[in-house]
């Protein structure tokens, strides 16, 4: 069996293959759409690299403003930290579908699940390899930018505990012949999952910069008192 996608690919496989083949494709639908000039796919291109520079500064501004930040160092961490989420996204838009089906004892073909493990291991490399390098920043500069990709992930997490919730509630409340077979694995997988990012970010975010101690006249203090002792003795 096959089908015409909004993109004009052409997917072969079961119905489950084709359905996800076309959530995960959606992305490139939006911006490439069938029968549109291709000067239309590239003014969406450049609208979404335009948003995507705007966001990135508004969150610039404010890692700007902590104590010792340097603007090097914030944009760093903020495109480390950016980099991370997207590969978060990436882990989680693959290994749900492939949980769900394992859950609910559907199955894809290999190469859908072959798709699924390359989606899944370019997130995991991409988190990974930006999680090493947003160490070498300092830490005045990741201060602000740290906290708002702890938040972030918690708020994911709480808004995914709601949705899993409601989502549970929902088939419960309604006709017992509305309810599908099997209708409770994606909102358990979307709980868990949602409880996982809370616990994940149960702790706050990376403490204060350190901060040396105040000087007087090229001496720290402390060393000062010290010669005063011994001088006394």
Not at 58 to 63: A, E, N, R, T
Not at 102 to 117: A, D, E, H, N
Not at 220 to 225: I, L, N, S, T
Request: overall charge positive; some cysteine; proline content about 7%.
């Amino acid at each position: 069996m096959s089908a015409a996608l909004g993109n004009g690919f052409l997917v072969r496989g079961t119905r489950e293959d084709r359905t996800l083949i076309a959530a995960l494709s959606f992305p490139m639908s939006i911006l490439f759409p069938t029968g549109t000039a291709g000067l239309v796919g590239l003014a969406n291109a450049a609208t979404l690299a335009l948003f995507l520079l705007i966001f990135f500064t508004l969150l610039l501004i404010p890692s700007l403003f902590a104590a010792n930040a340097r603007p090097e160092g914030a944009a760093k961490a903020l495109y480390c930290y950016l980099l991370q989420g997207i590969g978060i996204l990436l882990m989680t838009v693959s290994g749900f579908p492939a949980v769900t089906s394992v859950l609910s004892g559907t199955s894809f073909s290999p190469q859908s699940y072959l798709f699924l493990l390359l989606v899944f291991a370019a997130g995991g490399l991409t988190f990974l390899w930006h999680e090493r390098v947003v160490t070498s920043v300092d830490a005045s500069s990741r201060a602000v930018p740290s906290f708002l990709y702890h938040y972030a992930l918690r708020l994911l997490g709480f808004f995914a505990v709601l949705l899993g919730i409601f989502s549970v509630l929902s088939p419960l409340l309604s006709t017992p012949f509305m309810v599908a077979e099997k209708w409770w694995t994606g909102p358990l997988v979307l709980l868990l999952y949602g409880i996982f990012l809370l616990w994940a970010t149960r702790t706050p975010a990376p403490p204060p910069p350190f901060r040396a101690a105040p000087i007087r006249n090229g001496v720290p203090e402390r060393v000062k008192k010290l010669v005063i002792k011994k001088k006394k003795k």
